[in-house]
């Protein structure tokens, strides 16, 4: 049939390089399906496409037919990573997926393969098709006259540009005015973000990116492997012990009515007993990736690189006695947190990324329940949320739709970042707070119940602009924060039995409440609450301590490392 086939006419084998290069590109049509059915805009859907299928066409500019099928097989070689990526994540292939992957061991990987091998033969027998078909039957002359090369070659550029533009004009609302020159660095971060989302470059950088992380987690783990505390408990206590901190992500503490906030965001939190709110907490970075080492170990804004040298909190608390848990919703990539997650006893982790559609911070419910079905003696549970990160309209459920009209069903960033949804965009932002009144409210349920000596911290990791009417910026992570960035979100609940096991630091608690801290107060509170002594504890920065002051100027370590002064 073969043989028939290749004596057919140049219309017949214009079939075979269709059908050919149909089996290529067929991940790209994957992507649009699922970006169309994600509510995505259409116009950046076509623009990903189109740029990724120009990568296609690229080398039949340069090489003859047989020789560019060939090269393009590797559309067809990594299209098992990257439809894998689109059906489970509903995002193409990226860094972490590749990072999750060099963490898998070969017993993982075995069952893995046993469990999918249909799709595997299935895969092997495509790649197979696809070589035979082009080694034995494509004819090895060019596709396109010059003529049609230039034309390809001109569409290809002005794609590429059409999305740098796209870019720029996105890239209006996070700038400020005083920070215009980052406005084109900026835009180019962004292009080469949806660069490396096309296919197959997010194959080539995923993988690449993430063997540098792999190695770097290495070179990380080895740095602290031999440090300690030395921490142990300050005395026996003969009953069951169970410590929570969350850590919440872009919630300001401005937006809480529990904070004085004139919408009812918070009602679960004002009607919960035992409940103390930090009005005047302000941390010390605006972006996740450097508040997390301060909210989690003893770095801070000015001595930021003691992460690399010490463990955090977290084993503080293992080597106190406590089994220690990670649960997150996201930041499974962050090599400071697989650190963590590779000493904690167990990490749950939801392998959702920021841009995932369907990841709700009520999934790790499932996961606490578990652990504190094991009823051990002493717990340390770690709970990271996606919170209120942008697209604030994913982060909740439709139950939690309090203040409309919101931006439900809306998924493309440049329309939901239009100034003109601004009423729309603080609708989404505070019912995401609602949903958080519920995610900590539910948490301390499940804590009560156990009728432990507990206590729940929640901070968050930083603010947020949301067009605010004395700025009128948006986002997070300038290098110049305004208030609503820095100022965050400080929340504890007491069980009874604490309160009764430790009436000084509930009092100590009480009397510090309107105090003006910073976020590295959180590693030494945690510990000083929960009832352990350490090496070179900073008894003064614990909110539980008599010794604990305001602090007249506060310090923030922008993007660039450089530390600002904080004076309000």
């Not at 063997?211 to 031999?226: G, P, Q, R, V």
Request: glycine share 4%; aromatic share 16%; proline share 2%.
């Amino acid at each position: 049939m073969i043989n028939t086939f290749r004596k057919l006419t140049k219309h017949s084998r214009t079939w075979l390089y269709g059908f050919l290069a149909l089996l290529c590109i067929t991940p790209i049509l994957f992507f649009a399906a699922i970006m169309i059915n994600n509510d995505s805009n259409l116009y950046m859907i076509i623009g990903l496409f189109l740029m990724t299928l120009s990568l296609f066409f690229i080398p039949f500019l340069f090489f003859r037919k047989k020789t560019a099928f060939i090269i393009n097989s590797i559309y067809i070689f990594f299209s098992i990573f990257e439809l894998y990526s689109l059906y489970l994540y509903k995002l193409p292939f990226s860094s972490s997926l590749a990072f999750v992957l060099f963490q898998t061991n070969k017993f993982e990987a075995i069952e893995f393969l046993q469990s999918n091998l249909p799709w595997l033969f299935i895969y092997l027998f495509i790649c197979g098709v696809y070589l035979f078909l082009v080694i034995k039957y494509v004819e090895n002359e060019f596709l396109f006259s010059k003529k049609y090369k230039k034309i390809i070659l001109l569409s290809t550029i002005a794609i590429y540009m059409g999305m740098f533009a796209y870019c720029l004009n996105l890239n209006k609302s996070f700038i400020q005015k005083h920070e215009s020159k980052l406005f084109w660095s900026h835009s180019l971060h962004c292009y080469s973000l949806k660069f490396k989302k096309i296919y197959p470059v997010n194959i080539f950088y995923g993988f690449s990116a993430g063997i540098k992380n792999y190695s770097d987690l290495k070179i990380f783990n080895s740095n602290i492997d031999t440090f300690t505390f030395n921490a142990t408990t300050k005395e026996k206590i003969n009953e069951r012990e169970i410590y929570v901190f969350i850590i919440g992500e872009t919630a300001r503490a401005s937006n809480f009515s529990i904070n004085g906030y004139h919408r009812n965001t918070t009602p679960l939190l004002k009607n919960t007993k035992n409940i103390y709110s930090y009005t005047d907490v302000l941390s010390q970075a605006s972006l996740t990736t450097i508040s997390l080492p301060i909210l989690l170990t003893r770095s801070d804004a000015i001595n930021f690189e003691l992460y690399k040298k010490e463990k955090t909190v977290v084993d503080a608390f293992k080597e106190a006695g406590f089994n220690t848990y990670w649960i997150g919703n996201q930041s499974f990539y962050n090599n400071f947190i697989v650190s963590i997650c590779n000493r904690v006893d167990n990490a749950y982790m939801t392998l959702k990324d920021f841009d995932y559609t369907g990841s709700l911070d009520e999934t790790m419910f499932p996961f606490l329940n578990e652990i504190l079905n094991k009823k051990e003696q002493k717990q340390f549970i770690v709970i990271h949320t996606l919170g209120s990160h942008f697209r604030y309209n994913l982060r909740y459920s439709s139950e939690y739709r309090k203040f409309e009209p919101d931006l439900s069903g809306l998924k493309d960033y440049q329309q939901i970042l239009n100034p003109k949804n601004k009423g729309q965009l603080l609708n989404s932002y505070d019912n995401s707070i609602a949903y958080t009144d519920y995610f900590l409210t539910n948490t301390i349920s499940l804590l009560e119940k156990e009728q432990a000596i507990s206590y729940l911290f929640y901070i968050s990791d930083h603010g947020e602009n949301i067009y605010d009417d004395d700025d009128n910026l948006f986002g997070h992570g300038s290098t110049k924060p305004t208030k609503n960035e820095l100022h965050v979100p400080l929340i504890l609940w007491l069980s009874n039995r604490y309160i009764e096991m430790f009436p000084h630091k509930e009092n100590s608690i009480k009397r510090n409440i309107n105090k003006k801290k910073s976020s590295e107060i959180v590693f030494h509170s945690l510990i000083d609450m929960g009832n352990i002594d350490m090496n070179n504890l900073d008894i003064d920065k614990s909110i539980s301590d008599t010794l604990l002051t305001s602090d007249s100027i506060r310090y923030f370590r922008n993007i660039e490392g450089e530390i600002i002064e904080i004076k309000y």
